[in-house]
């Protein structure tokens, strides 16, 4: 995962709220764009706010995954298979 991909699932509109997944087994959950702070200049950093005036700054190598973001993609050309009884 890339800065500039986290920065186009923060920027996504409408806005969906996301879960930033780290190495060491935790997570940031980000249901507000403005409590993840990415700076124009910045390719390595990101700064998650968090409630109290705390935050925590991630390092992108230690991302994992960014899951969320949006619903599930539509399936086109299947159907529903239904529980496969005759009625």
């Known amino acids: 995962m890339t800065?500039?991909?986290?920065?186009?699932?923060?920027?996504?509109?409408p806005f969906s709220t996301f879960a930033i997944h780290m190495t060491e087994g935790g997570s940031f959950l980000i249901d507000d764009p403005e409590s993840l702070v990415i700076h124009r200049d910045w390719n390595m950093d990101a700064i998650v706010l968090k409630s109290l005036g705390l935050f925590r700054f991630i390092y992108m190598k230690n991302v994992t995954r960014v899951s969320g973001g949006g619903g599930l993609p539509k399936m086109r050309g299947r159907r529903s298979r239904g529980n496969g009884g005759d009625d």
């Not at 800065?3 to 509109?13: A, F, I």
């Open 3 to 13: 800065l500039d991909q986290l920065r186009n699932v923060k920027s996504k509109e």
